[in-house]
């Protein structure tokens, strides 16, 4: 479970969005074995694609980010819901590349050249797409791009996967800081010199833990905040408006595998049954597999007749 905070300055100018992911980030590559490259680029989808999820209106709204590249990673889709739960896969969970030029793990090398899309289903009869070439690949900055062409939203992404030495995740989070319409001008230049000198988030992170090894959950990314903006005026420093929750849940069933079943058609069903006899399928997000034997097929098949 992550704790997540919303915030709002005084001045309205800007609200925030902060979590700390660890463990949800750590959960994810135990179920994916994921290596630490990987761990990072499904990291920061899911952690980004959680706080959006939290953006949402409704607790059953949804949202998918998906990146897809030329590169030996592939896909890194990430799926989120309104009320904070969120899944997600890498469709190459064992790449592994250099450190890139920085001495970081290379998630854009990762991703290559490719598209960041994202779709959300607000119960509406279409749901909105929106689709960008990847920036980086570095996932962060393609948020902050999409954010910006896709929906007009002036934002700064901030996401962060450390990796220890052991390859167990030290720290993960991430914040998005989205501007608001009627944005005074001394928030923006404060808030620019803010995001311009700040450390990776993950070394804050790690150093407020270390600081406050008392605190629960919410009292960390609490401190978390205090840190990030300490130097902010006090105009224009943020203040929670709401304390939410991330969690990594995968909502896979039966049911819904059995609706899978009943779309690849009639003729291929036929095939499985009368060659195979049985099916096996495997949930992408948290790798459960589901069996389903031949009268279980066969039941299938009738009911799309
Ligand atoms: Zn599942």
Known sequence: MSKALIAIDQSKSYRVYLTITTDLVQKASDIHETTPVATAGLGRTLTAAGLMGIMLKNEGDKLTVQFKGDG???QILATAYGN????????NPYVDLPLNEKGKLDVGGSLGIGELTVI???GLREPYVGTIALVSGEIADDLTAYFYISEQQNS???LGVKIERDLTVGAAGGMIIQM???AEEGAVDALEQLIGSMEPLTTIISRVAEHNRALSDSGLVQALMEEIFREMPAEYKPRML?????NWNCDCSYERLQQVLMTIGKQDLTEIIEEDGEAELQCQFCLEKYHFDREALTEILNRIN
Request: glycine letters at 8%; a neutral charge; charged letters at 30%.
């Open 72 to 74: 030996p990673a592939k």
């Open 84 to 91: 904070g739960n969120v899944k997600g896969y890498i469709a």
């Open 120 to 122: 959300k289903d607000l």
């Open 242 to 246: 709401d304390e939410r929750e991330i």
């Open 180 to 182: 608001l319409p009627q």
């Open 156 to 158: 700064s992404v901030a």
